[in-house]
């Protein structure tokens, strides 16, 4: 069964400096969409980034960009210049259409940035 | 323009009582998903619904009972509420093999 892991229960940052968010998964297929999603304190669930398995590049939206270790089954999210409105959990999730349509989910990072 | 709108956004009501949670997207989607997270954050499936036709329901108590008149729309119905259910419920949508977009969440307390 495909699985999320999302080590780190809980990081902070300094505000303006970077920070990774970890997340691996498990899964035997070759074709796949990986997710990261952010839920601030409104409880919102906002798509932050998306990868298609089959994409060698790295996806990046302006201050947010992935690792994609596709061997090494690892899709890290990496947040430059952290702002105080990245406070939030953030969710790693794995979508796989053999899956009956179903995302498979981390149990989130809360992130915290420090002025 | 709201993509997917869930209403109330709040709900608080006594053990026993039966609730009802609405969802709509106007994306145009085919695929529709309620979900339940729990005081942990933990994000749990309940079902799921293509084109008004059940596709994924997990192991959900049966007062639960989702309701698809269309495509656009899919409701939750909660019979006999109990303590255990107070949680924050989203409604979420997704084109077939894409990201899913959630709805603003509904709190619903059991007192």
């Known amino acids: 069964a495909q699985t999320v892991t999302q080590s780190q229960p809980e990081m902070s940052v300094q505000e303006a400096e970077t920070v990774t968010l970890s997340c691996t998964y498990d899964?035997?297929?070759?074709?796949?969409?990986l997710f990261w999603y952010k839920q601030p304190p409104s409880r919102q669930m906002i798509l932050v980034i998306r990868q298609e398995a089959y994409k060698q590049q790295n996806a990046t939206e302006n201050r947010f960009s992935v690792n994609f270790q596709k061997a090494a089954k690892s899709f890290s999210l990496k947040i430059s210049d952290s702002q105080l409105g990245d406070a939030a959990m953030y969710f790693c999730?794995?979508?796989?259409?053999?899956?009956?349509?179903?995302?498979?989910w981390g149990l989130g990072t809360s992130l915290a940035v420090n002025p | 323009d709201t993509a997917v709108s869930q209403t109330p956004k709040y709900l608080v009501t006594q053990m026993g009582n039966d609730k009802s949670i609405k969802c709509e997207q106007n994306l145009g989607h085919d695929t529709m998903y309620w979900y339940k997270q729990d005081s942990k954050k933990f994000l749990k499936i309940m079902f799921s619904y293509n084109n008004k036709e059940l596709i994924i329901n997990e192991t959900v108590p049966n007062r639960f009972s989702p309701k698809s008149p269309d495509k656009a729309h899919l409701n939750l119905h909660i019979n006999s509420l109990e303590l255990g259910d107070s949680a924050v419920y989203f409604c979420a949508s997704s084109p077939i093999g894409r990201e899913q977009y959630f709805g603003p969440g509904t709190r619903l307390t059991v007192t």
């Open positions: 899964t035997s297929e070759s074709d796949y969409y």
């Open positions: 999730a794995y979508y796989n259409a053999g899956n009956n349509r179903k995302l498979i």
